[in-house]
């Protein structure tokens, strides 16, 4: 007997997230055909200038997740891109050892934030909203003036590019350009790709799943909540080290307002991909494509040349409470069923 084919409330919100971006980007070719819209290249910068955001979204999907949240992720990146910034121009460090030490700090930062949540009982906004005010204070501590990079190894790696065999074109010099994307992009896909498969296929994905949906449940079930709580912030902050690495290998510096509203992007993201922001439901594909969604809107504006990009934050904003209320509508229907 074949079994019958349901769309459940997570598999539904993210088919509406993929259809959604794929109708808004089939819009902008017929608009800017002209223009060259439709380009391989056009489709491939959206995660070219996305990638640190990428990571960013799949810590936050994460958190939130579990029932909780980061306020201080944006704050976190600006500290990230400083400290690079700081230590190979100013301290000459190498760019390998630069990395490492972010990568520790952000470690080091969710352990913090996610002690305070999981042992202490403080609520997930103000542990992080301390953490944001935290992040970008010392941000300005290190460095009140812009730093740019001029490393060698690490222009290097901000410079590399990795070209498709497959869908070049002819410039008007004549020549064969093909597309290309930088090593950012491919270490944000693995990350997602390994975010993905640890939240379906991993025990502590199904215990991340189960914390955010019910704690006393989860109690029952014999799950350390706290230690689970603990370790989705710890991976957070990891992501967030990882996120301000791709983001500055994007701007080449640091300075104190760099990456404000970072934060609210993400979390953004993850709500229109399908993420509950009372937890227990999320899915990282579909933070790409919230993510995805973003970028498209940011190509509209920059294609059409007069708006203003705050047109931006004002669609993303009417998304959002779309997707809130489309997410409330499924849960009374739920409880009604």
Known sequence: MKKKFTLNQTSFLLLITIVLFFVMYAVGCVIFKDQGFAKTQNFLNLFVSNAGLIVIGIGMTVVMITGGIDISVGSFVAMGCMMLAWMMERAGMGAVPSVLIVLLTGVVFGLVQGFLVAY????????????????????????????????????????????????????????MIYPYVYPTVVIAL????????????????????AVGGNEQSALMMGLNVRRVKLKAYMLDGFLCGVGSILFCLNTLGGFVEQAK????????????????????????????????????????ITFQGTLSSWWTRITIAALLCFFIVLQSVLAMLKKKK
Not at 190 to 209: N, P, V
Request: charged content about 15%; glycine content about 14%; proline content about 2%.
């Open 120 to 175: 202490m009982d403080i609520q997930p906004f103000i542990v992080t909203l301390a953490g944001m005010f935290f992040a970008r204070g010392m941000t300005a501590i290190i460095s009140k003036d812009m730093i740019s990079i001029s490393n060698e190894m690490f222009m290097g790696w901000a410079k590399m590019k990795i070209y498709f065999p497959f869908g070049g074109h002819v410039n008007r010099k004549g020549e």
């Open 190 to 209: 693995l990350l997602l790709a390994g975010a993905f498969i640890m939240l379906k296929y991993t025990k502590f994905g199904r215990s991340i799943y």
């Open 261 to 300: 509203g970072f934060e609210m992007d993400a979390i953004a993201s993850a709500v229109i991909g399908g993420t509950l922001l009372t937890g227990g439901v999320g899915n990282v594909i579909g933070t790409l494509f919230g993510v995805l969604i973003k970028a498209t809107i940011e190509a509209f």
